[in-house]
Nanobody, 122 residues
Framework: QVQLAESGGGLVQTGGSLRLSCVAS????????VRWFRQAPGKEREFVAG????????FYSSFAKDRFRISRDNAKNTVYLQMNSLKPEDTAVYYC???????????????WGQGTQVTVSS
């Protein structure tokens, strides 16, 4: 089992930046691909970005590929999501997910964090 804890969310103005962190504990973190998902009020959860266990390959949703960057530091058991040029439509709870395949937008792994709220004001 691996436990995940997100942090770094908050309130930011349009055009601003945030860096989310997902810290893992428990089983060896480097065994897992990690993905970020998000869910806005009244909307379905959607895939944001994924990174392979080694960090050498990444995959992004269409809305994230030009503005967000996912990375990981296995020595620190941490995955990051750098979000730039934020828009009001990026407002959502962002969740870290471990397991499954990093380049799949569906079929998340079994391990979820509690989420961190990102709010972008217009």
């Amino acid at each position: 089992q691996v436990q995940l804890a997100e942090s770094g969310g908050g309130l930011v103005q349009t055009g601003g930046s945030l860096r989310l962190s997902c810290v893992a504990s428990g089983r060896t973190f480097s065994d897992y691909a990690v993905r970020w998902f998000r869910q806005a009020p009244g909307k379905e959860r959607e895939f944001v970005a994924g990174i392979i266990w080694s960090g050498v390959s990444t995959f992004y949703s269409s809305f994230a590929k030009d503005r967000f960057r996912i990375s990981r530091d296995n020595a620190k058991n941490t995955v990051y999501l750098q979000m730039n040029s934020l828009k009001p439509e990026d407002t959502a709870v962002y969740y870290c997910n471990a397991g499954g395949e990093y380049n799949k937008e569906n079929f998340p792994g079994n391990h979820w964090g509690q989420g961190t709220q990102v709010t972008v004001s217009s």
